[in-house]
């Protein structure tokens, strides 16, 4: 049996089965988009439904936000993304092509951490190494992540915004909206599922490094002296999180970022690294940030962002833990972990062993064949009464029942239900009676009708 796929795999399974497409592909494609087709959006939102669980529903300090994706450009100078938020870039002196230099680097076996623009550049000089089309590569310059926009008719600074970067400023521009309007009590958190854009240098290996992504992010507000328990409390329901979406123990690590590597903002960062197809690369992140992002913005909006603390009676500014997690990034891992190929009945299969709860759909309804109406209309009656208790199901006549299997495995459906004339009674033990396969197994058991929804749940 294999277990953990190549990239290949996964891509082709995504455009074969409808998961993920390149973004504008008609048109050539735009490097660093994809597209998703209905069943990427069911499984995404399977993921988000999870994170949303976890992270907000199940606790009682979370509020929700949904900031806009364009914000002024003053938001990013009182972040430092105006500053810092940018990489390594290094061009191909005769082609002009880009390339992340730290990448080039780590991918000669350099490790770039904590090496300043220099430093990684005298480290490449020193290796002599020609660009992928055997040129020299010119001197190298840090080249911003944020994407400018114009905003309305005139183009002065003014007028200039950014799409964000990353979802965490729409939470700290709305401190003081919420803390006005519910009036919690520290700690508590906000946390936002939405998109954010960065240039990248070079988008590639699929959906792990984008131009266009979405980011489930949690700001959660503390005592400054209470940051190390809240720390440990997120970090174990990231642990939590990873168990539920089927990522195996064997695939993550959590890495503790050093001072040289941590973002401008961050006391202590630790990442989530998984092991994907092209190798052990992050994943999530999980920082604190102590009360940079509130004080800056109270700096540059000229709005006092500090909380009454009541219990204390003295106005603090609160200092922030944040879980940052990338839907894409998380939707890769989940498919890697997932993937199998086995040989069933002779034949290879390829098959997701998602978890139920993130299956785009939790069982598909056939009949045996598809010209007995007798046989249809049973299916039809059955898969009514399944969809009224759990909407995520698929009726599939299309084809033979092993190619409707085939077709199931690969989308990770973990029921398929066969009407067959034992159902309505050919076998009079088993009228009222369906068969069942399991996905992973193949095993097939029968089970009554009026059963199938407490069966499936
Ligand atoms: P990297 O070092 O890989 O560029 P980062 O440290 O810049 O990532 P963060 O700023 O911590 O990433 O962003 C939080 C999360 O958002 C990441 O852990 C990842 O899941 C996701 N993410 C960041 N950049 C991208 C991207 N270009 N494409 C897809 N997901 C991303």
């Known amino acids: 049996m294999k277990q953990f796929p190549s990239m290949e795999d996964i891509v082709s399974l995504c455009k074969r089965r409808g998961f993920i497409f390149p973004g504008s592909e008609i048109y050539g494609g735009l490097a660093g988009t994809y597209d998703y087709g209905h069943l990427g959006v069911l ?8 994170w949303w ?8 300090d979370m509020y929700r936000v949904d900031a806009s994706l364009i914000m002024p450009a003053k938001v990013w100078e009182a972040s430092g993304h105006t500053e810092t938020f940018s990489d390594p870039l290094v061009t191909d002196a005769k082609t002009k092509e880009r390339y992340r230099l730290d990448h080039v680097l780590e991918d000669a076996g350099i490790d770039p951490a904590g090496m300043s623009l220099d430093e990684m550049w005298q480290a490449l000089v020193a290796t ?4 992928p089309k055997g040129n020299d590569y010119a001197e190298p310059v ?3 992540l944020l994407f400018p926009v114009t905003m309305g008719a005139s183009a002065t600074s003014a007028s200039l915004a950014y799409l964000r970067g990353e979802t965490a400023q729409g939470m700290f521009v709305n401190f003081k909206n919420v803390v006005d309007a519910y009036h919690p009590k520290l700690p508590f958190g906000l946390a936002q599922v939405g998109k954010a854009f960065r240039n990248e240098i070079a988008p590639r290996e699929f959906v792990f490094r984008l131009r266009e992504l979405e980011q489930m992010e949690v700001e959660y507000f503390i005592r400054p002296d209470d940051w190390t328990r809240a720390f440990d409390e997120w970090l174990s329901v990231m642990r939590s999180f990873a168990v539920a979406l089927g990522l195996p123990s064997t695939h993550l690590v959590e890495k503790e970022i050093g001072d040289a590597d941590r973002a401008h903002y961050s006391k202590r960062t630790i990442d989530f690294e998984f092991t994907f197809p092209t190798g052990t690369k992050e994943l999530w992140g999980l920082a604190y940030r102590t ?3 509130l004080s800056r913005h109270s700096e540059y909006s000229s709005v006092s962002l500090a909380y009454l603390d009541e219990e204390a009676k003295e106005k603090i500014v609160p200092h922030v833990i944040e879980p940052s997690l990338g839907v894409e990034r998380t939707l890769l891992a ?3 972990s997932a993937y199998r190929e086995d040989d069933m009945g002779g034949e290879k299969r390829v098959y997701l062993a998602l978890p139920k709860a993130i299956a785009p759909y939790k069982a598909a309804v056939f009949p045996l064949l598809k010209n007995k109406p007798e046989l249809v209309s049973k299916a039809r009656e059955v898969f009514a009464m399944i969809k009224k208790e759990i909407p995520q199901i698929i009726f599939d006549d299309n084809g033979n ?7 199931q495995d690969e989308i990770g459906t973990p029921y398929c239900i066969t009407i067959d004339f034992d159902t309505l009674g050919e ?13 992973d197994s193949g095993t097939q058991s029968r089970v009554a009708i009026a059963a199938l929804t407490s069966y499936l749940r």
């Open 291 to 293: 009360d940079y992002d």
């Open 427 to 439: 076998n009079p033990e088993h009228i009222d009676t369906v068969t069942v396969r399991d996905r």
């Open 142 to 144: 840090t080249f911003n």
């Open 334 to 336: 989940v498919l890697t």
């Open 53 to 60: 669980d976890m992270f907000v529903d199940e606790r009682e």
């Open 401 to 407: 029942i092993g190619k409707r299997y085939r077709r």
């Open 43 to 50: 499984l995404k939102e399977n993921i988000k439904r999870v």
């Open 128 to 131: 002599g190494l020609k660009t």
